[in-house]
Each structure stands twice: as structure tokens, then as C-alpha cells.
């Protein structure tokens, strides 16, 4: 309802493209979101193992 109308938000265009087919823009999104959470978490999971290396020495 925030939305004007004729438009729509990235997680309804990737639902919607369930029924129709995935488009190449949706699956480059798709690949990028899943790229950066991924990197996100490496990053956080390789900042955290340093921090307890350094409390147990």
C-alpha cells in the first residue's frame, strides 16, 4: 500500500516470476543477494574467530 500503483517491490517480482519463468535480470539479483549475504557472513564469521583467538591467548 506504501507503493505507487503499477510498480512493485523485488521480493513480489521474484514470486510472481515463480509462474512465468525467471527472467536473466531476476537471476542476476538473485545471484548478487545471495553473493553478498554469503560474503557478509564469511566476513563476520572471520572477524569473530580473530576476536576469540585473541581472548584465549
Known sequence: F???TGTST???EIYSS???G????INAISTIIL???LLII???????ESSFKGLFK
Do not use: C, Q, R, Y
Not at 564469511?42 to 569473530?48: E, H, N, V
Open 35 to 37: 553473493s553478498l549475504s
Open 18 to 20: 515463480i509462474k512465468f
Open 10 to 12: 523485488l521480493p513480489i
Open 22 to 25: 525467471f527472467t536473466p535480470e
Open 2 to 4: 506504501l507503493i505507487p
Open 42 to 48: 564469511l566476513l563476520t564469521a572471520g572477524i569473530m
